[in-house]
């Protein structure tokens, strides 16, 4: 059976963050565990640093602790360049940079509590799911 390959919204990485509850901790609780490869490209990491910066969020973190948990989540996640850009493919500028994350990486999934956000996906073989439809996929082996 093939690893699946993701990108993981900004959302998702804060939903996860910001409580031990829920299908988005869970999912970072399996990052690294070889059950699945996140994909991450530069712009989208600085995409993640602001939002898990954002105070508003309300992140019972540090920067320093958020520094480390996006080294830790780079180093296990396999790095690409985005060698074309899809914009505008979709209404917000940052949907795109996780699409284009996707289409480089080769992605089947991006995992986000904002699917509605990336209709029209489909057309590069990628689907739009949160991520407690992701690990109900991991589970049965989709």
């Known amino acids: 059976m093939d690893v699946p390959r993701v990108v993981v919204d900004s959302n998702v990485l804060v939903a996860g963050l910001r409580s031990r509850r829920g299908a988005s901790f869970r999912l970072l609780s399996l990052m690294g565990a070889g059950r699945f490869v996140t994909v991450v490209t530069v712009p989208l990491v600085v995409e993640y640093e602001m939002a898990l910066g954002d105070r508003e969020h309300g992140l019972p973190y540090d920067r320093e602790e958020i520094r480390r948990f996006l ?72």
């Not at 795109?96 to 999934?109: F, N, T, Y």
């Open 71 to 142: 080294d830790y989540f780079c180093a296990i996640s396999d790095r690409r360049k985005v060698h074309f850009l899809w914009r505008p493919s979709l209404r917000d500028a940052n949907d795109d940079m996780v699409l284009e994350a996707a289409v480089a990486g080769g992605c089947k999934r991006i995992v986000t509590f904002n699917t509605k956000d990336f209709a029209g996906v489909e057309r590069f073989g990628i689907r739009a799911v949160p991520p407690g439809e992701f690990l109900r996929e991991l589970r049965s082996g989709k």
